[in-house]
C-alpha cells in the first residue's frame, strides 16, 4: 500500500482551488460540503463556480496565479487544464510543504481524493491509488448498492450509545460481539428503517439480551428472487442474499440467482427432488424454523414475489405463531417480469383499465367468477396455466369473451432460453401443444397483446420471429406467431 488513508478535519480551513472549470468546481463543492473556507483562483471561471459563488460559499479571485495564494492554506486542489499552471502550483504547494492533488495528474500530486460514499456519519473512500479512478468510482456504484440508504442511522445509534455501552461491556472482545449480534438483529433492522429507536434508558436491558449465553432466535427474510434475470433481483434482495447464512429455495429460483449468494451459505433445496419426493408446505416450514433456531441467518428465496402464489404469506404466518420475527422483500412477479420482457403492458390506454392474475391451477374445475373475467377492457394473466388452457378459454367465451381476443403466452420470462407465442383465445389450447410450452409459463389474454415485441418486429431483444402459417384445426390461428429463445 503506497498511500495512508486518512480522514481529515477541514471546518474553517483555509483551502485554495485552482482552476475554474467544472472539474474545480466540483472539488470545491465538496471542500464547502465540509465545512472549509474556500477561495478559487481562475481568470475564466464558469457558471457552476458561478452558481457556488453566489450561494456565499467560495470566494472567487479572478485573475492568475499567485505564490502568495496558497502561502497560509492547509490544502490546494488543482484542476486549470493549463499544463504549466498545473506545474507551477505543485512546484509551489510542495516548497510550502503543502498537500497539493492536481486533478488527473499522479506524478504532481502527493495526496489522492477517493471516491466516497456518503450516508453521514459513516463515510466510505475507495482509490486505486491514482491507477484506475475509473475503476474506483466503478466500485463505489457497487458498494452504494448493496449498502442500505439509511446505514448511517445505524451509526448514529452506534454513536450516541457507544459510552454507555462501553462502560456497561468494559472488556472488548464482550463489546465486539455485542455489537455483531446487534448489527444482525431484528432490532437493527428496523432502526435502519426507520421504524424503531431506543432512547438511553433501553440500553442495559438491549446489553443484557445481546450477550446472553442463550441462542440468538433470528429474523427470516422470505425474499422475491424475480421471474428469472438476476439483474432484476431488488437491492434489498441482493443484500438479504449476500447476508444469508442459510438459503431455503425450491425449482422456480434460477441458478443465476443463486449465484448471486454468499459462496460459503448453505442452499438447501425444497423444491421436486430427482427422486420425486415434493416437500410439504409443513416440511418447509420446519426447515425454515429449525435453522432460525439454530441462529442462522435464513433467507427462503422465492420465484417472483412471496406473496403472489408463493404461500410466502402461509410461511410467515408460521414463523411469526412460532416466535420467529420475518421481513418480506418483494420482488418482480412473472407478469410483470414476462410483460417487461415482451413488450406487453398490463394496463393500455384504451384498451385495459383493470388487469386480474389468476391461477390456472386447482382441483378438478376452476372455481372462477368468469363473467367478471371475460369482461372487456381487461387483461388476465393466467399463472400456471399451461395445463388447463383449453379448459380456461372454453370457459371465457362461453361467458362473452371474444374468440378472437389476442393471448400471448411467456414460458421461462426473461431467462435466457426465453419462448414466447402469440395467438388467439380459440386456438390458445393448439398454441401452446403446438410449440410445446411447459412449466414455468404465463398466459397473457386481452388486447394489450397487440403491443408485444412480436407486432413490432421485436425492436430492442433480439427475439427471433416467425410467422406460422399452418395451425390445422379449426381452432388455430393462421396469425399465431412465435419468438425463440432470446439472444
Ligand atoms: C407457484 S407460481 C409462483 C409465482 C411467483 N411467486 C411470481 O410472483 O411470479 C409458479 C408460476 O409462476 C409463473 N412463472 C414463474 N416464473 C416464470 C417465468 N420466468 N416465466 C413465466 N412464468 C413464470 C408460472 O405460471 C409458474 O407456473
Same mark, same amino acid.
Given at each position: 500500500?503506497?498511500?495512508?488513508?486518512?480522514?481529515?478535519?477541514?471546518?474553517?480551513?483555509?483551502?485554495?482551488?485552482?482552476?475554474?472549470?467544472?472539474?474545480?468546481?466540483?472539488?470545491?463543492?465538496?471542500?464547502?460540503?465540509?465545512?472549509?473556507?474556500?477561495?478559487?483562483?481562475?481568470?475564466?471561471?464558469?457558471?457552476?463556480?458561478?452558481?457556488?459563488?453566489?450561494?456565499?460559499?467560495?470566494?472567487?479571485?479572478?485573475?492568475?496565479?499567485?505564490?502568495?495564494?496558497?502561502?497560509?492554506?492547509?490544502?490546494?486542489?488543482?484542476?486549470?487544464?493549463?499544463?504549466?499552471?498545473?506545474?507551477?502550483?505543485?512546484?509551489?504547494?510542495?516548497?510550502?510543504?503543502?498537500?497539493?492533488?492536481?486533478?488527473?495528474?499522479?506524478?504532481?500530486?502527493?495526496?489522492?481524493?477517493?471516491?466516497?460514499?456518503?450516508?453521514?456519519?459513516?463515510?466510505?473512500?475507495?482509490?486505486?491509488?491514482?491507477?484506475?479512478?475509473?475503476?474506483?468510482?466503478?466500485?463505489?456504484?457497487?458498494?452504494?448498492?448493496?449498502?442500505?440508504?439509511?446505514?448511517?442511522?445505524?451509526?448514529?445509534?452506534?454513536?450516541?450509545?457507544?459510552?454507555?455501552?462501553?462502560?456497561?461491556?468494559?472488556?472488548?472482545?464482550?463489546?465486539?460481539?455485542?455489537?455483531?449480534?446487534?448489527?444482525?438483529?431484528?432490532?437493527?433492522?428496523?432502526?435502519?428503517?426507520?421504524?424503531?429507536?431506543?432512547?438511553?434508558?433501553?440500553?442495559?436491558?438491549?446489553?443484557?439480551?445481546?450477550?446472553?449465553?442463550?441462542?440468538?432466535?433470528?429474523?427470516?427474510?422470505?425474499?422475491?428472487?424475480?421471474?428469472?434475470?438476476?439483474?432484476?433481483?431488488?437491492?434489498? =434482495? /441482493?443484500?438479504?442474499?449476500? +447476508?444469508?447464512?442459510?438459503?431455503?429455495?425450491? #425449482?422456480? $429460483? !434460477?441458478? &443465476? *440467482?443463486?449465484?448471486?449468494?454468499?459462496?460459503?451459505?448453505?442452499?438447501?433445496?425444497?423444491?421436486?427432488?430427482?427422486?420425486?419426493?415434493?416437500?410439504?408446505?409443513?416440511?418447509?416450514?420446519?426447515?425454515?424454523?429449525?435453522?432460525?433456531?439454530?441462529?442462522?441467518?435464513?433467507?427462503?428465496?422465492?420465484?417472483?414475489?412471496?406473496?403472489?402464489?408463493?404461500?410466502?404469506?402461509?410461511?410467515?404466518?408460521?414463523?411469526?405463531?412460532?416466535?420467529?420475527?420475518?421481513?418480506?422483500?418483494?420482488?418482480?412477479?412473472? =407478469? /410483470?417480469?414476462?410483460?417487461? +420482457?415482451?413488450?406487453?403492458?398490463?394496463?393500455? #390506454?384504451? $384498451? !385495459?383499465? &383493470? *388487469?386480474?392474475?389468476?391461477?390456472?391451477?386447482?382441483?378438478?374445475?376452476?372455481?372462477?367468477?368468469?363473467?367478471?373475467?371475460?369482461?372487456?377492457?381487461?387483461?388476465?394473466?393466467?399463472?400456471?396455466?399451461?395445463?388447463?388452457?383449453?379448459?380456461?378459454?372454453?370457459?371465457?367465451?362461453?361467458?362473452?369473451?371474444?374468440?378472437?381476443?389476442?393471448?400471448?403466452?411467456?414460458?421461462?420470462?426473461?431467462?435466457?432460453?426465453?419462448?414466447?407465442?402469440?395467438?388467439?383465445?380459440?386456438?390458445?389450447?393448439?398454441?401452446?401443444?403446438?410449440?410445446?410450452?411447459? +412449466?414455468?409459463?404465463?398466459?397473457?389474454?386481452?388486447?394489450? $397483446?397487440?403491443?408485444?415485441?412480436?407486432?413490432?418486429?421485436?425492436?430492442?431483444?433480439?427475439?427471433?420471429?416467425?410467422?406460422?402459417?399452418?395451425?390445422?384445426?379449426?381452432?388455430?390461428?393462421?396469425?399465431?406467431?412465435?419468438?425463440?429463445?432470446?439472444?
Amino acid at each position: 500500500m503506497k498511500y495512508f488513508p486518512m480522514f481529515v478535519d477541514l471546518v474553517d480551513r483555509p483551502c485554495v482551488v485552482v482552476g475554474g472549470g467544472n472539474a474545480a468546481a466540483a472539488k470545491a463543492r465538496r471542500l464547502i460540503e465540509v465545512g472549509a473556507r474556500v477561495t478559487l483562483i481562475s481568470e475564466s471561471p464558469n457558471e457552476e463556480v458561478g452558481l457556488l459563488a453566489n450561494q456565499d460559499a467560495l470566494t472567487v479571485r479572478r485573475r492568475a496565479f499567485k505564490e502568495d495564494d496558497i502561502k497560509e492554506t492547509t490544502l490546494v486542489i488543482v484542476a486549470s487544464g493549463n499544463a504549466d499552471v498545473d506545474q507551477e502550483v505543485s512546484r509551489i504547494a510542495r516548497a510550502f510543504g503543502i498537500p497539493v492533488n492536481v486533478v488527473d495528474q499522479l506524478n504532481l500530486s502527493n495526496f489522492l481524493v477517493p471516491a466516497m460514499i456518503d450516508r453521514h456519519p459513516l463515510q466510505i473512500g475507495i482509490s486505486s491509488g491514482g491507477a484506475a479512478p475509473s475503476l474506483s468510482s466503478r466500485i463505489r456504484h457497487q458498494i452504494e448498492m448493496l449498502l442500505p440508504s439509511r446505514i448511517g442511522t445505524l451509526a448514529e445509534f452506534a454513536r450516541d450509545h457507544r459510552i454507555k455501552i462501553n462502560q456497561l461491556l468494559p472488556n472488548s472482545s464482550s463489546r465486539r460481539s455485542f455489537w455483531g449480534e446487534f448489527f444482525d438483529s431484528a432490532l437493527a433492522q428496523r432502526i435502519l428503517a426507520g421504524i424503531d429507536s431506543l432512547n438511553g434508558a433501553e440500553i442495559p436491558d438491549l446489553v443484557k439480551k445481546m450477550t446472553s449465553s442463550k441462542r440468538v432466535l433470528r429474523e427470516v427474510a422470505i425474499v422475491g428472487a424475480g421471474p428469472g434475470d438476476p439483474d432484476l433481483l431488488t437491492i434489498r =434482495a /441482493l443484500q438479504k442474499l449476500q +447476508a444469508a447464512d442459510v438459503i431455503v429455495y425450491d #425449482r422456480l $429460483v !434460477a441458478p &443465476a *440467482v443463486l449465484d448471486r449468494s454468499r459462496r460459503d451459505a448453505k442452499r438447501i433445496f425444497v423444491g421436486k427432488s430427482s427422486g420425486g419426493h415434493v416437500f410439504a408446505q409443513d416440511e418447509i416450514n420446519q426447515i425454515l424454523l429449525r435453522e432460525a433456531r439454530n441462529g442462522q441467518r435464513v433467507v427462503r428465496l422465492k420465484g417472483g414475489d412471496p406473496f403472489i402464489f408463493g404461500r410466502g404469506g402461509e410461511e410467515r404466518s408460521f414463523l411469526l405463531s412460532h416466535g420467529v420475527s420475518v421481513i418480506v422483500v418483494p420482488g418482480i412477479t412473472a =407478469a /410483470l417480469g414476462c410483460g417487461a +420482457a415482451t413488450g406487453i403492458p398490463m394496463t393500455h #390506454r384504451d $384498451v !385495459a383499465q &383493470a *388487469v386480474t392474475f389468476i391461477t390456472g391451477h386447482g382441483e378438478g374445475e376452476l372455481s372462477l367468477d368468469w363473467a367478471s373475467l371475460a369482461r372487456t377492457q381487461h387483461s388476465l394473466v393466467i399463472y400456471m396455466g399451461v395445463g388447463s388452457a383449453g379448459v380456461i378459454a372454453a370457459r371465457l367465451i362461453e361467458h362473452g369473451m371474444n374468440g378472437g381476443t389476442q393471448v400471448a403466452v411467456i414460458e421461462n420470462g426473461t431467462a435466457p432460453n426465453q419462448k414466447f407465442v402469440t395467438g388467439n383465445l380459440r386456438g390458445l389450447a393448439v398454441l401452446i401443444k403446438r410449440y410445446e410450452i411447459s +412449466a414455468p409459463a404465463i398466459i397473457v389474454i386481452g388486447d394489450v $397483446v397487440k403491443q408485444s415485441n412480436l407486432q413490432f418486429g421485436s425492436v430492442g431483444l433480439g427475439l427471433k420471429t416467425e410467422t406460422q402459417a399452418l395451425l390445422d384445426t379449426a381452432y388455430c390461428p393462421k396469425e399465431a406467431k412465435v419468438s425463440g429463445s432470446r439472444g
